[in-house]
């Protein structure tokens, strides 16, 4: 009878325990299948989890925001110097989300140079929660993750949210579409190392999005740009505008407090921080914004890159070499960019050419016919269509 009595109970603990293991499983493929796939218009929401599918260290990584990500070419860089890379960037990505990206990169690989984008230097305080969860959703997890999320919460986000993303996404179940059933098991490939390429070009001249004046010495006009981040999937409320800056503003307290963090962050891991500033037309950096980072980079003995410094030598031409008035470089642009990064990075810091490695040219045989597919693909749609439309 004691016998009987001790078969039943066990067989009930293992029914509830099979019927747990079985919520579960349903609560994490719902979860799955409500999270954004970012496989239409909003691409970025899938950059921070390629990284994690690379299968060779890199000498070099790149962190910031789209004057990063749009703007250097790390296949450019492998085919002509035969340099390893890749770019740790998102949509707006704040100085504190750059320290997390770079810390959360260290539990995998040590670079031997770091070039963080110093664009993002702008913005002292969080902005939108869109922006926050296409960076922050695809880390992996681990205090560095939480810590990235605590320090980028806005106003009404909750940590919970993100350790369950079900509860900030469960609204979607009424508004799926066929991507969030093809990329249920696996997310969108969008970059290359990092990279987000687009072959079109749109001239600034042909294009009201960005003031060319206040760079290029003209009549300076005030122009209001299009936010291109307004509707990013799976934000349910509109988020508020973003203050525009002033001509003398000082940098806030807190991307100080993360670049110093960057910087010694580097000096413990020995690895070369250069600071860099991309030729991107909007938004305006202002001469006080140049003079702050001038400074810090002297007081720290840091090399600074302002691409806008380099626009002869670099050949950079805003009507060919932009595909969105001036915002960000296409694949022209980006690689005149990346001819002259390669350079520097080469003869002044030394770093090798792994090209003759056959471990490495194996990887990167994969990486360049990828990138090959994609132009030719972008390429197929502007002669079909006029534009392109599904990257």
């Given at each position: ?182 990329y249920f098991w696996s997310r969108r490939k969008s970059t ?126 805003y009507e060919t070499d932009t595909y969105d008035g001036g ?41 360049e016919k990828f990138y090959e597919e994609m132009i030719q ?15």
């Amino acid at each position: 009878m004691q016998s009987q009595n001790k078969f039943r109970t066990a067989k009930k603990a293992a029914v509830v325990l099979v019927s747990l293991m079985v919520l579960l499983v349903i609560l994490a493929g719902l979860q799955r299948l409500v999270q954004p796939k970012y496989a239409g218009d909003m691409p970025e929401g899938n950059f921070t989890a390629e990284y994690y599918e690379e299968t060779a260290d890199h000498d070099v990584l790149l962190i910031g925001d789209c004057e990063v990500y749009e703007n250097i070419d790390p296949i450019y860089l492998w085919k002509n110097y035969g340099i390893t890379s890749y770019i740790r960037g998102n949509a707006q990505q704040l100085a504190w989300q750059s320290y997390y990206m770079l810390e959360d990169a260290l539990r995998y690989e040590t670079p031997k140079v770091v070039i963080y984008n110093v664009q993002a230097l702008t913005y002292g305080e969080p902005q939108r929660e869109e922006y926050n969860r296409m960076a922050l959703d695809g880390m992996r997890w681990s205090m560095t993750k939480y810590n990235a999320i605590q320090s980028s919460r806005c106003e009404g986000e909750k940590m919970l949210d993100y350790i369950f993303p079900l509860l900030r996404y469960h609204s979607r179940i009424l508004d799926l579409s066929k991507e969030d059933l093809e990329y249920f098991w696996s997310r969108r490939k969008s970059t290359h190392n990092g990279y987000y390429m687009r072959i079109d070009v749109l001239p600034v001249s042909e294009s009201d999005v960005a003031d060319p004046s206040w760079l290029l010495g003209e009549e300076e006009e005030t122009e209001e740009i299009d936010d291109p981040w307004a509707d990013i999937a799976g934000a349910e409320e509109e988020s508020e505008p973003v203050t525009e800056r002033e001509q003398g503003e000082p940098f806030g307290h807190l991307p100080m407090e993360y670049l110093d963090r960057i910087r010694e962050l580097c000096a413990e891991n020995k690895i070369q921080l250069v600071l860099m500033k991309a030729p991107s037309l909007a938004p305006v950096w202002y001469e006080s914004d140049e003079e702050q980072v001038v400074e810090y980079a002297k007081n720290y003995q840091l090399p600074y890159i302002n691409f806008y410094e380099h626009l002869d030598e670099t050949g950079i031409d805003y009507e060919t070499d932009t595909y969105d008035g001036g915002l960000h470089m296409n694949l022209s642009g980006a690689d005149k960019l990346s001819e002259y990064l390669g350079r520097v990075l080469a003869e002044e810091y030394g770093l090798a050419d792994h090209r003759k490695d056959p471990a490495y040219a194996e990887i990167y045989r994969e990486k360049e016919k990828f990138y090959e597919e994609m132009i030719q693909a972008q390429q197929k749609e502007l002669d079909m269509y006029g534009e392109i439309r599904s990257f």
